[in-house]
């Protein structure tokens, strides 16, 4: 059983940064790639960024490129997400998500095989 769970959202100014951590329990994914996606109110999920899990191989969406860095701590079992210069536009529940297969396409949602909760980012302006 394979479970992942968020934490390190909040409320931050625009402008701000926060990190957001995903641990995981159960299996690996050493040949696989862990994501973050987001939904806003009324939008549907968005690709953010994806790391593969064994060389760490990054994909950003150009939203947030050179703002986000995402991470991983193998030993740890831990995906993490760097965001910086937040704007009201990141404001979003933030989900990481992982799969085995990383010749899936990265940025679609189907890709993906396990899900967290989520955790809710807000950016005030």
């Known amino acids: 059983q394979v479970q992942l769970v968020e934490s390190g959202g909040g409320l931050v100014q625009a402008g701000g940064s926060l990190r957001l951590s995903c641990a995981a329990s159960g299996r690996t994914f050493s040949s696989g790639r862990m994501g973050w996606f987001r939904q806003a109110p009324g939008k549907e999920r968005e690709f953010v960024a994806s790391?593969?899990?064994?060389?760490?191989?990054?994909y950003y969406a150009n939203s947030v490129k050179g703002r986000f860095t995402v991470s991983r701590d193998n030993a740890e079992k831990t995906l993490y997400l760097q965001m910086n210069s937040l704007t009201p536009e990141d404001t979003a529940v933030y989900y990481c998500?992982?799969?085995?297969?990383?010749?899936?396409?990265?940025?679609?949602?189907?890709?993906?095989?396990?899900w967290g909760q989520g955790t809710q980012v807000t950016v005030s302006s």
């Open positions: 998500a992982a799969t085995n297969n990383r010749a899936r396409d990265a940025s679609s949602s189907r890709s993906y095989d396990y």
């Open positions: 790391i593969t899990w064994s060389i760490g191989i990054t």
